[in-house]
């Protein structure tokens, strides 16, 4: 049957890890794929993830399937994190990854009438296609200014204005992907309000908590939404903040109006686990649980958290000063404004392209870069290739 049709495109994000490693030349940088690096280049294994796994090594007894909704403990650290507590309005499902939680998210909007959700413009390129493989309709909302590189407030409010009732709205809890824009605590209390007034429901996509100011601060959005009293679901990732990449590690929470509408949404996120993936990959969220319910091993990691967050914010600056000093042809000083892992650049395709094929510099065709693949190692011949490609596009 597979000569009846073409081959499927590449991942605009995993296809370019695919390139990059075909690449020969010794000097390829891959500022793509969303993966922490430290200072060496390397993608470490966490201390606190060490620590944890030597406890699980030592204290696993056996390899029988983990019940539909995870373990129960992974649940309640689970919502501890996202919501502050825990709480009988919510229901937490372990998923693998934070793209199971945003499919399975899908899945119930669908069942439950709200056929359509809207994506900011930009968004990850992969929500879409998540959404669309669970029946729903996608449609975007304004929400980034290209040319002063940031919200762009009145049309985003506009537009959840706009937002039918009955439908859905994804929201980035914090680290925005790719813009790296986030709203502020007064821009989230009018959104929740309008949610509640206009009667769409949130899906908060939270892949990048520790990453923006603090684990604290970074749940705003969620604490916000559950003052409210209103239904809304929290997708979790924790493949970046405990560094759990190939793990698959992530979690949907449900939070209803009422202890008793959470039980209900419970049974049919479980429902819907059942027939997609039936349980969990159980090491991964084992690894979360012994590490959260340890007060040694939870300081530990925070304390590893803060140094990611840190480094990432050391190589905005380092990054916006290197481009200033070079004099390209645009203001970098949003670079430093902007949170979490990414940058949204302002480099157009023909840059991109310019920096792949010439300088071995591997860009998301979107402009978007992984700060956090940015090291002492290799800052100065990123900052010369960016200022080449925009000072030579600027002149031809």
Known sequence: MWNKTEP????????????????????????????????????PVLAAVKAAEKKLFEAETTKSYMPIAGDATYGIEVQKMILGNTSNRAATLHTPGGTGALRLAGELLNEFGNNTIWVSNPTWANHKNIFKAAGLTVQTYAYYNAETKTLDEQAFFQALENIPTGDAVLLHACCHNPTGVDLNAEQWDRVAALSETKGWTALIDFAYQGFGESIEADRKSVETFLETGSDFLVASSFSKNFGLYRERTGALTAIAATPEAAQIAGSHMKKHARVMHSNPPAHGGLIVTTLLSDPELSNL?????????????????????????RGIAMDSSFITQQNGMFSFSGLNKRQVDFLREEKAIYIVGSGRINIAGLTPSNMNAICDGIAEAVNLQTTT
């Open 8 to 43: 499927a495109p590449a991942d605009a994000i995993l296809g370019l890890t695919e390139a990059f490693k075909r690449d020969i030349r010794p000097e390829k940088v891959n500022l793509g794929v969303g993966i922490y690096k430290d200072e060496t280049g390397a993608t």
């Open 301 to 325: 990691w925070k304390n590893e958290l803060n140094a990611m967050r840190e480094r990432i914010a050391r190589m905005r600056n380092e990054l916006a000063h290197g481009l200033t000093s």
